[in-house]
T-cell receptor, first 113, second 112 residues
């Protein structure tokens, strides 16, 4: 049963620190999405990649957030410097560019104090 | 861009009753509409989806209907059970491999 994996599952950090979240998409999937979930905003898209190339990162605060895919099996989302308002659950999802379905990872719960 | 609205935000039903959650979308180019179930502290999981060339789809106790003209789609759960309690999200997408635009979620509670 192939699944998207994410690390770490929980992260508590102090304001100003760098945070890196990692995602391993399902093997063979070529599209990766980063979503942020908060009570106030729900599920919002931050960025997504196809074949490792960024297609849309308009939902991401560019001054502090960056997303990359160093290779086909790893996607990273980095926040530097982190702020309390970044506290949320960050989900990665993967899919195959020729189909519609997206499969979510377990999420990284980030708390910035 | 696309705007997806979802109602109600909370819903309580007695076990065995039916539950209906409704979503509307704004972009007539959207052609794929998935529904996700998210249990507390877990990942969203796809439970059913529908494409724009179909008006209704059913999978056991779950069904989804789509009205393209009115730009709305609904999730129907019959014979609800306590394990159906979760947050349900609708979404819309325009093409394969494209981003989803999510509704704000419906917290469903099934009372035993």
């Amino acid at each position: 049963d192939a699944r998207v994996t994410q690390t770490p599952r929980h992260k508590v950090t102090e304001m100003g620190q760098e945070v890196t979240m990692r995602c391993q998409p399902i093997l063979g999937h070529n599209t990766v999405f980063w979503y942020r979930q908060t009570m106030m905003q729900g599920l919002e898209l931050l960025a997504y990649f196809r074949n490792r190339a960024p297609l849309d990162d308009s939902g991401m605060p560019k001054d502090r957030f960056s997303a990359e895919m160093p290779d086909a099996t790893l996607a990273t989302l980095k926040i530097q410097p982190s702020e309390p308002r970044d506290s949320a659950v960050y989900f990665c999802a993967s899919g195959f560019g020729q189909t519609y379905e997206q499969y979510f990872g377990p999420g990284t719960r980030l708390t910035v104090t | 861009g696309e705007n997806v609205e979802q109602h109600p935000s909370t819903l309580s039903v007695q076990e065995g009753d039916s539950a209906v959650i409704k979503c509307t979308y704004s972009d007539s180019a959207s052609n794929y509409f998935p529904w996700y179930k998210q249990e507390l502290g877990k990942r969203p999981q796809l439970i059913i989806d529908i494409r724009s060339n179909v008006g209704e789809k059913k999978d056991q106790r779950i069904a989804v209907t789509l009205n393209k003209t009115a730009k709305h789609f609904s999730l129907h759960i019959t014979e609800t059970q306590p394990e159906d309690s979760a947050v349900y999200f609708c979404a819309a997408s325009k093409n394969t491999g494209n981003q989803f635009y999510f509704g704000t979620g419906t917290s469903l509670t099934v009372i035993p």
